[in-house]
């Protein structure tokens, strides 16, 4: 397994180089870079590795300036010494998210769970990893005489609305779609996509905010922002928890 550190703390890279090898000898330190600048023309210019441990506050920017700069596609473990970044680290390839000091047995089980996911990564014909799934890639538009192909990763959420169903892309524009939200459900790639409730399917990236309810549920802000405050039901608590930890599939 080749791995990548981006970390600009050098005793941690240490720290983290040295649990590595204790923890899986076979494993390459294929790079390390300590910007984001640097990380990013390594990227451009290698084939990305099996696994990215990612420090999200370099001295030039933040890990997800790199991920915004850089189509990174393999799987990452982000390593930081804050938490508020959790919500934006399960937008991208996460498999974990572990707060510093690096622990030896945080970083194991990291490692373990990307064992079990390593399925869902392909390799791609340039050499770099990606989600592999038959799912939904575009929908076909149709609203008066007009035709318009919609991506489905410029989808911030689905939603249903009097008995119809709209997808709102990341600009706030809704289209009204042919499948109802069951369906898409079965169109949509679960590791990016989760029914929270009757009325909506959300993204990770459009989740700017969740708070605790009552019964277990969760209150959601969604960007681009809706008029009422979608809940996540009781019944889909636990499996959106997990969801967003990267555990449900």
Known sequence: MNIVIIEDEHLAYQRMAKIIKEIAPDAQIAAHHDTVDAARKWFVQNAHPDLLLLDVQLSDGTAFDLLKAVDINCPIIFT?????????????????????????????????????????FQPAANGRKELSADYKKRFVIRFGEHIKSLAVEDIAYCYSENKNTYARDKEGRSYPLDHNLDTLEELLNPTDFFRINRQYVVTLKAISDMRTYSKARVLIKLHPPVKDTPVVSSERAADFKKWLAGELY
């Open 80 to 120: 930081t010494a804050y938490d508020q970044y959790a919500i934006e680290a399960f937008a991208t390839t996460s498999i974990d998210y572990l707060l510093k000091p690096i622990k030896k047995a945080d970083l194991e089980n990291a490692l373990q769970k990307l064992k079990r996911f390593q399925h869902i």
